[in-house]
């Protein structure tokens, strides 16, 4: 039975784990496969290597056993190892992206209140306080600080809700100074995006839905 299959062309490999087999038989058989395909290159050949682990997720003793296995041959190059699941902690991490969390506290002068992904602000937000957030940020309260969005890298988020006291709407890595814009822009149905030429722009919110679809927002 085969508990491991090498696929290549040219200077590039593909290495599949077979996620039912044992797996010390499976790095017996990339052991044998890998060293065929070393005695049939020269020396000096650089050949990239990307393993697919299938259905199972390796702990991290497995993988450093996979990667010495791998380390024993010069000519091929480990680019990553990689699973069709993922973790406990990584899928949490996405799951708390998705969640909207609600903030009915005031934040003030000076403090910043992180929050992992999406949320609604109850309390006020006083000047000189930020409020920032992995996900999208919705405003129900008074909010006259900085409101960051989608932080550090996510530019699907939005800013929704009456902006006309806020000093910065920030989503990723753009910035927004409110004063620059007229104040007739800045109406209590607004929304803040990013566009697709990466720049923040103003929208009714009216078609915060066709503009950014939220359906990926379930409450918390």
Request: glycine share 6%.
């Amino acid at each position: 039975m085969k508990s491991a299959v090498l696929k290549g062309k040219g200077q590039s490999y593909y290495l599949e784990i077979i996620d039912e087999s044992e797996f010390s038989e499976a790095l017996r058989q990339v052991e044998n496969l890998l060293t065929e395909i070393q005695n049939q290159v020269k020396n000096d050949s650089v050949l990239s290597l990307t393993v697919d682990t299938q259905k199972r997720l390796l702990t991290d003793r497995q993988k450093n056993e996979l990667r010495d296995t791998i380390a024993q041959f010069s000519v091929f190059h480990l680019q990553q190892i990689t699973s069709q699941v993922v973790s406990k902690d990584r899928l949490q991490q996405i799951l708390s992206k998705k969640q909207l969390e609600f903030e009915p506290h005031l934040i003030r002068s000076g403090q910043i209140r992180e929050f992992s992904g999406n949320v609604l602000l109850l309390g006020d937000l006083h000047a000189g306080a930020q409020l920032r957030a992995g996900g999208s940020v919705f405003i129900m309260g008074k909010a006259e600080g900085i409101i960051h969005a989608g932080y550090p890298d996510d530019d699907k988020a939005v800013v929704v809700g009456n902006l006309a006291n806020v000093s910065q709407v920030r989503i990723s890595d753009l910035i927004q100074i409110i004063s620059d814009l007229p104040k007739k822009s800045l109406e209590a149905d607004s929304f803040f995006s990013v566009n697709d030429l990466h720049a923040l722009v103003i929208d009714s919110i009216e078609n915060l839905l066709e503009v950014k679809p939220q359906t990926e927002i379930v409450l918390n």
